[in-house]
C-alpha cells in the first residue's frame, strides 16, 4: 500500500484521526524538529532511499471528504475513495511519462484552460522517480509550491482529480515581511519562465492574505512521450 507521509511538530492530528481506520497503518509521520522545508525534503529522501515507487505528502490539520458525481460533498472519505484515487492515479501515471504528482485538492494545479492558477495543493501523491529533479528544501518558504515550479522547468506535469477533497482545519498561516515575500517572487521570476507576477495586484497566496502581489504559474500539458532515462 503507498505510504502517507506527514511533516508535523508534533502538535496536531487532525490528519491522522481522519484517515479511515484501513488506511491507518500506511502512515508515516515525520516529527524531526526541523523546518517545514527540511522537513519535507527528508520525507523525498526517505521515500527513495525506501524504493518506493509512489508515496503520499499531506499536512497535518487536514480533513478528508469525498466526491460524489462530481460534486464536492461533506460526507468523510471512506477507504474505498483513497483506494479508488490511487487506481485511477496509477492509471494516469502509467499513461502519461510526464505526470510527476497528482493532488486531490479542488484548487490544485491543473492543466488545460485552467493551466493558469496559483497552485494549492495539499494531499499530493509522488511518482518518486519523476519528482527526483527538484528539492523541497531550495527555499525556505513557499517550499511546496518551489518544488512543483522546479519539477515543471524539468518538463513535469502535475493534475488534480475529483475523488477525495481535503480541507485544513487550521488557520496556521505565515505572515511574513513584504520584504521576504519580494524576495522570494523576484527569485522565481529569475529561475522559471512559467512564472507571471502582476507587481501591483495585491492578492491572498497560499492562506497568506497579505501578499502585495499576484502570482500564476503556467504549467505543463500531460504527455505520452518519455522525457528522461529509466521510463
Given at each position: ?8 511538530r ?5 490528519t ?14 515525520i ?6 522545508a ?8 526517505t ?5 518506493e ?8 490539520d ?13 460526507h468523510s472519505?471512506?477507504a474505498?475513495?483513497?483506494?479508488d484515487?490511487?487506481k ?5 501515471f502509467?499513461?502519461?511519462?510526464n505526470?510527476?504528482?497528482i493532488?486531490?485538492h ?25 519528482v ?16 512543483y515550479?522546479q ?11 475529483k ?5 485544513n ?20 521570476t ?13 492578492s491572498i497566496?497560499?492562506g497568506?492574505?497579505?501578499v ?5 504559474f503556467?504549467?505543463n500539458?500531460?504527455?505520452?512521450n518519455?522525457?528522461?532515462?529509466g521510463?
Amino acid at each position: 500500500m503507498i505510504p502517507i507521509y506527514i511533516p508535523t511538530r508534533g502538535l496536531v492530528k487532525t490528519t491522522q484521526d481522519c484517515i479511515p481506520v484501513e488506511l491507518r497503518d500506511t502512515i508515516r509521520t515525520i516529527d524531526a524538529q526541523l523546518p517545514i522545508a527540511d522537513k519535507r525534503q527528508l520525507i523525498l529522501d526517505t521515500a527513495i532511499a525506501n524504493k518506493e515507487p509512489m508515496f503520499v505528502m499531506v499536512d497535518d490539520d487536514c480533513k478528508f471528504t469525498r466526491y460524489d458525481n462530481g460534486v464536492c460533498t461533506s460526507h468523510s472519505a471512506t477507504a474505498s475513495d483513497f483506494t479508488d484515487f490511487y487506481k485511477r492515479a496509477g492509471t494516469l501515471f502509467a499513461r502519461y511519462k510526464n505526470l510527476a504528482m497528482i493532488s486531490d485538492h479542488p484548487r490544485a494545479f491543473s492543466n488545460g484552460r485552467e493551466e493558469w492558477t496559483n497552485g494549492l495543493s495539499k494531499f499530493v501523491l509522488h511518482y518518486t522517480d519523476r519528482v527526483k529533479p527538484a528539492k523541497y528544501n531550495r527555499i525556505d518558504l513557499f517550499e511546496d509550491v518551489d518544488f512543483y515550479l522546479q519539477l515543471a522547468r524539468s518538463g513535469k506535469a502535475y493534475i488534480k482529480l475529483k475523488g477525495l477533497a481535503t480541507s485544513n482545519d487550521s488557520q496556521d498561516y505565515v505572515d511574513i515581511s513584504p520584504e521576504r515575500y519580494e524576495g522570494i517572487f523576484r527569485d522565481w521570476t529569475d529561475n522559471f519562465p512559467n512564472v507571471k507576477i502582476d507587481w501591483s495586484k495585491p492578492s491572498i497566496f497560499a492562506g497568506n492574505k497579505k501578499v502585495p502581489v499576484t502570482v500564476r504559474f503556467k504549467y505543463n500539458k500531460l504527455s505520452t512521450n518519455t522525457l528522461y532515462d529509466g521510463e
